[in-house]
């Protein structure tokens, strides 16, 4: 089971977006997939249609040590593409963790749990610098921060995101070496000089800094994405071809990229993606297996 870790201590750049999207498009490609929600505004967690909603969720997986199944996670209308809900409406996780002796570790404890049940578990995170935060960055095989081609949103990825895989360091004193930190750049417009010169600017810096790499990948700001969110449906199931005339690729061709990118393991299951439902539906149906 390989666990990756959305994080930015910046919001607004696109989290749940790329969570959701990367979620769905491994789940097509007929991976088990689970959605972690850890974020206190719960935009995930509403993002897909629920077939099955569990009476629990990441509150009482991270208080109480829960552990069924039935009890934790909901079944989106996506097949193969589970989800823990958000629940901490009041906002207590944090500092029930800051004083817990392993708050930081809790959910790297847990997820063993998960392994035989998933392929992937992707976590959602507050774009903010928290307890939640850092113990999501250390139960993750890896890392991935979308920014975008702003100058502040690189200055906060520096001053934040980066300063954060530095202070979790430490931890390699019990054996937990900090995950590589993979950066996608999101929302990048093609006609835009200001992103290119800003995208050029982040390789640039980053091309030789140990742990951290920018992905050849880039997210384009096309209209398929809100468009996606608004239907509750994986963006390449929306957009499976490029529309006429337009510089960006279809949203399914960036999607099966990315993808691949991270999880070179997969690349022939992304290759047969479609996003076209007639043909996707016996495709996932036929992939996956017993879902938990």
Same mark, same amino acid.
């Given at each position: 089971?390989k666990v990756v870790?959305i994080?930015?201590?910046? *919001?607004?750049? *696109?989290k749940?977006?790329t969570?959701?999207?990367?979620g769905g @498009?491994a789940?097509?490609?007929?991976?088990?997939?689970?959605?972690l929600?850890?974020d206190?505004?719960?935009?995930?967690?509403s993002? @897909?249609t629920l &077939?099955v909603? !569990?009476? !629990?969720?990441?509150?009482?997986? =991270?208080? /109480?040590?829960?552990r069924?199944i $039935?009890?934790l996670?909901s079944?989106t209308a996506?097949?193969g593409l589970?989800?823990?809900?958000?629940n901490? &409406?009041?906002?207590?996780?944090?500092t029930?963790l =800051?004083?817990?002796s392993?708050?930081r570790l809790?959910?790297r404890?847990?997820l063993p749990t998960l392994?035989p049940?998933? &392929?992937l578990?992707?976590i &959602?995170t507050?774009?903010?610098?928290?307890v939640?935060l850092?113990?999501?960055?250390l139960?993750?095989? %890896?890392?991935?921060?979308?920014?975008?081609? $702003?100058i %502040?949103?690189a200055?906060?990825?520096r001053r *934040?995101? =980066?300063?954060?895989?530095?202070?979790?360091?430490?931890y390699?004193?019990?054996?937990i $070496?900090?995950?590589?930190?993979?950066?996608?750049i999101n929302r990048?417009?093609?006609?835009?000089?200001n992103?290119?010169?800003?995208?050029q600017?982040?390789?640039?810096? /980053?091309?030789?800094h140990?742990?951290v790499r920018?992905?050849d990948?880039?997210?384009p700001a096309?209209?398929?994405?809100?468009? !996606?969110?608004t239907r509750g449906?994986?963006v390449?199931?929306v957009e @499976?071809?490029?529309?006429?005339?337009?510089? !960006?690729?279809?949203?399914l061709?960036?999607?099966r990229a990315l993808?691949?990118?991270? @999880?070179?393991?997969?690349? $022939?299951r /992304?290759?047969?993606?479609?996003?076209r439902?007639?043909v996707q539906a016996t495709a996932g149906?036929a992939?996956?297996?017993?879902?938990?």
């Open positions: 089971m870790s994080i930015s201590t910046k *919001g607004g750049v *696109g749940t977006t969570a959701a999207n990367l @498009f789940a097509d490609a007929g991976l088990r997939v689970l959605l929600d850890l206190v505004q719960p935009t995930l967690s993002y @897909f &077939d909603r !569990a009476p !629990a969720g990441i509150y009482e997986m =991270l208080v /109480f040590n829960e069924r $039935e009890q996670v079944r996506v097949v589970d989800l823990v809900l958000s901490d &409406d009041r906002g207590e996780l944090n029930l =800051l004083h817990a392993d708050g809790r959910l404890h847990l392994a049940l998933y &392929d578990v992707l &959602d507050q774009g903010a610098r928290s939640l850092e113990m999501a960055v139960a993750s095989d %890896l890392a991935l921060s979308p920014v975008t081609p $702003e %502040l949103a200055r906060e990825l *934040g995101t =980066l300063q954060l895989i530095e202070d979790i360091a430490p390699r004193h019990l054996g $070496e900090p995950p590589p930190l993979h950066l996608l990048v417009h093609p006609v835009s000089l992103a290119r010169l800003i995208q600017a982040l390789r640039q810096v /980053f091309q030789d140990v742990g920018v992905l990948t880039d997210v096309i209209e398929a994405y809100p468009r !996606a969110a449906l994986p390449h199931r @499976f071809r490029q529309p006429a005339g337009r510089v !960006a690729p279809a949203a061709q960036t999607m993808a691949g990118e991270l @999880f070179p393991e997969w690349r $022939e /992304f290759a047969r993606v479609t996003g439902p007639d149906s992939s996956h297996g017993e879902r938990p």
